[in-house]
């Protein structure tokens, strides 16, 4: 079972900048896609951007530009890079892991408990 820990979120203005972390409990964290996810009130849940074992990362359209994707497979950690935000950017960002482990759980999901992103003035 991985557990997933997000930090970093906060009150930011428009335009700032926040980094999110994702710290992961799993030893074999480099073999899991990581990505981050997001949900505004009243909106599906929608992926901002993603990293694979391999380092390839895809972003949807509206945040290409702006939003970083990164992994640290050393320390277990996932982080997103947020710039320029938007007041749409507002929302409860979730971190998640997909296993690419071969075997019974590929492609099993695990999912942090969010962290608050409020773009503000």
């Known amino acids: 079972q991985v557990q997933l820990v997000e930090s970093g979120g906060g009150l930011v203005q428009p335009g700032g900048s926040l980094r999110l972390s994702c710290a992961a409990s799993?030893?074999?964290?480099?073999?899991?896609?990581m990505g981050w996810y997001r949900q505004a009130p009243g909106e599906q849940r929608e992926l901002v951007a993603g990293i694979t074992p391999g380092g390839t990362t895809n972003y949807p359209d509206s945040v290409k530009g702006r939003f970083t994707i990164s992994r640290d497979n050393a320390k277990l950690t996932a982080y997103l890079q947020m710039n320029s935000l938007k007041f749409e950017d507002t929302a409860v960002y979730y971190c998640?892991?997909?296993?690419?482990?071969?075997?019974?759980?590929?492609?099993?999901?695990?999912w942090g408990k969010g962290t608050l992103v409020t773009v503000s003035s």
């Open positions: 998640n892991a997909r296993s690419k482990i071969p075997g019974p759980n590929y492609d099993m999901d695990y």
């Open positions: 799993e030893s074999i964290f480099s073999l899991y896609a």
